[in-house]
Structures are given as C-alpha cells and as structure tokens.
C-alpha cells in the first residue's frame, strides 16, 4: 500500500493525513495467484486495481482467439476502462500473469473519495491522462510502426518483458506471428 499512498503523493503533494486514512479504510489487499482472472468477459468491471507486485494483461476474444491489448506490471493500474465507466458488461479479460499482490477499490468507493476530498480529482485527472496517452500510442503504434519498431517500443518501456509475459501473447499483442517475434528477438541493434 505504501507504493500507492507514494504514488498519490508524487501526483498530491497536499495529501491530507484524513484523506490517506480513509483511502487506507477503503483499499482492499488482494493477493491473486498466477493464471487468475481479475475480471472475466461479461462481468461489470466493479473495481480498480494497482499492482503492487505481479504482472497482468488485459486480452478479449475474436474468432475463439485471444488478442492481448496491454501488460502491467509493479506501479501500474488495471481497469477495464469501458466497463468500469460505462457500467458495461466488459468484452476485455484481465488475468494475473504471475502470483500478483494488488490494491483494489470499489466504484463505489473510488466517487465517494472523489466527492469527499475534491483535490483528488486531480490525482484520477492525472492518471487518466497517462493511460490514455498509453493507450493512444499503443494504437499509433499498431497502425504506424513496423513490426521491429513496435517490439523495440515495447521492449524499451518494458525491458523484462519477455522474462514475465509468455512469448506467445507478446506475439499476439504486437499483432505479429510467434515466428516473426523469434526472428526479431534474434536480430541486434
């Protein structure tokens, strides 16, 4: 929980001793093993989670395929955004790739903080803005970038990647072939 109560201070720096004990009332400790879902296809996304130690991805179905959409790991959030917001029936899957320990909360609890403590507006404002602009740039890259440079992107933002995330999803993520990701993965800079 510290990792996150720093994080929200990095962001806020005027955290208030009230606002952290009852963001510390709310936060939930959720050690989830290796191969889990956090949230299945169907379901209503009910919570946010930050990982405070494991790796997760976030994939959805097409033909009976799965298609990965994101990794995170340790300092990161995990949200099906759509479903969360929306109060949708999600279409993404988010599992534990490894045995992760993650903070959740609830909606509920999340707009309650929002309404109480306004200045912690800024903190979602902020960390909404950074997501997105991930997402933005994961979607430029698949639509812009040569199959070398999107695993070059990937492998600098996330340089054990390859030692956490089975090589078959990297594949899938990158929208290339396992073949094609062994022979760049062979190729030096």
Same mark, same amino acid.
């Given at each position: !929980?510290?990792?996150?109560?720093?994080?929200? =201070?990095?962001?806020?720096? @005027?955290?208030?001793?009230? *606002? @952290?004990? /009852?963001?510390?009332?709310?936060?939930?400790?959720?050690?989830?093993?290796?191969?889990? *879902?956090?949230?299945? @296809? &169907?379901?209503?996304?009910?919570? !946010?989670?930050?990982?405070?130690?494991?790796?997760?991805? &976030?994939?959805?179905?097409?033909?009976?395929?799965?298609?990965? /959409?994101? *990794? !995170?790991?340790? &300092?990161? *959030?995990?949200?099906?955004?759509?479903?969360?917001?929306?109060?949708?029936?999600?279409?993404?899957?988010?599992?534990?790739?490894?045995?992760?320990?993650?903070?959740?909360?609830?909606?509920?609890?999340?707009?309650?903080?929002?309404?109480?403590?306004?200045?912690?507006?800024?903190?979602?404002?902020?960390?909404?803005?950074?997501?997105?602009?991930?997402?933005?740039? #994961?979607?430029?890259?698949?639509?812009?970038?040569?199959?070398?440079?999107?695993? =070059?992107?990937?492998?600098? /933002?996330?340089?054990?990647?390859?030692? #956490?995330?089975?090589?078959?999803?990297?594949?899938?993520?990158? &929208?290339? /072939?396992?073949?094609?990701?062994?022979?760049?993965?062979?190729?030096?800079?």
């Amino acid at each position: !929980m510290e990792k996150l109560i720093g994080l929200i =201070r990095l962001l806020w720096p @005027e955290v208030t001793t009230d *606002f @952290e004990y /009852s963001l510390r009332q709310v936060l939930v400790r959720e050690e989830v093993p290796k191969k889990q *879902f956090v949230l299945k @296809e &169907g379901q209503v996304a009910q919570k !946010m989670y930050f990982i405070e130690k494991g790796c997760v991805r &976030g994939y959805y179905l097409k033909d009976g395929q799965e298609v990965n /959409s994101w *990794f !995170m790991k340790e &300092g990161d *959030f995990v949200i099906s955004i759509v479903s969360f917001y929306a109060k949708s029936p999600s279409e993404e899957i988010i599992e534990t790739l490894e045995e992760s320990l993650l903070w959740s909360i609830s909606r509920q609890n999340l707009e309650r903080l929002y309404l109480q403590y306004p200045a912690f507006n800024l903190v979602g404002r902020l960390l909404t803005e950074k997501y997105y602009v991930l997402s933005e740039q #994961r979607t430029q890259n698949l639509r812009k970038k040569t199959a070398d440079e999107r695993y =070059r992107n990937l492998v600098a /933002s996330f340089p054990d990647i390859s030692n #956490r995330v089975p090589l078959k999803y990297i594949a899938s993520y990158l &929208g290339i /072939s396992s073949e094609t990701l062994s022979r760049l993965r062979a190729k030096k800079w």
